[in-house]
């Protein structure tokens, strides 16, 4: 399954809200700054979607905000 996501790095607080299906938008308290904010999201999306960290892969938008995740 691919997902869309927009991520807001330096948020007060980490959230993940829904846009519509397959569409998210996800709150970062990460700085954009060597990977932490793309780490920060994928230990966030597993534990989202009650998967291991190994099944979620950013495959688009590793630099931007919207980013393409693929779940396993």
Known sequence: MRIYVKVIPRASKNEITKVSEGEYKVKLMAPPIDGKAN????????????????????IGGKSTRVKIVEIL
């Open 39 to 58: 780490s920060m999201l994928i230990s966030i999306l597993a534990e989202y979607f009650d998967v291991p960290k190994s099944n979620l892969t950013i």
